[in-house]
Nanobody, 123 residues
C-alpha cells in the first residue's frame, strides 16, 4: 500500500483556481495509476480524474472536463490537480487514490486513499 497525503484545498470564490497536490510514499509511485475523487455534502464519492502510471493517458468526469487538469511527477512522487473556473458545485472533500495497475473510474478499484482536502467554492 502507498501512503497518500493531499494538500492545497481551501476557500475560493467562484471562477477562481486551486492546485491540489498529493504526496506519496511507501511504495514505488511510478508503478501506480492515480485518481482524484470527491465527495460533496450529502453525495456519494465520485470520480473526478485519473492518470495512468506513465502519465500519458488521462480521463475526466464530464462535469470537470476542460476546467481541471490532472498530472503527475513520478520523480517527486507527487500527483496534482489543477482546478480552474471553479463553481460552487465543485465544493467537496477531494481525495487522491492509488491503484496498482491501469486506470479506473470506480472508487472501489483503488487500494490506497488519502485523508482528503476540503475545497469550498463560494458564490
Amino acid at each position: 500500500q502507498v501512503q497518500l497525503v493531499e494538500s492545497g484545498g481551501g476557500l475560493v470564490q467562484a471562477g477562481g483556481s486551486l492546485r491540489l497536490s498529493c504526496s506519496a510514499s511507501g511504495r514505488t509511485f511510478g508503478s501506480y495509476a492515480m485518481g482524484w475523487f470527491r465527495q460533496g455534502p450529502g453525495k456519494e464519492r465520485e470520480f473526478v480524474a485519473n492518470i495512468n502510471w506513465i502519465g500519458l493517458i488521462t480521463d475526466y468526469a464530464h462535469s470537470v472536463k476542460g476546467r481541471f487538469t490532472i498530472s503527475r511527477d513520478n520523480a517527486k512522487n507527487t500527483l496534482f490537480l489543477q482546478m480552474n473556473s471553479l463553481k460552487p458545485e465543485d465544493t467537496a472533500v477531494y481525495y487522491c487514490a492509488a491503484r496498482r495497475g491501469g486506470v479506473d473510474v470506480a472508487a472501489g478499484e483503488y487500494e490506497s486513499w488519502g485523508q482528503g482536502t476540503q475545497v469550498t467554492v463560494s458564490s
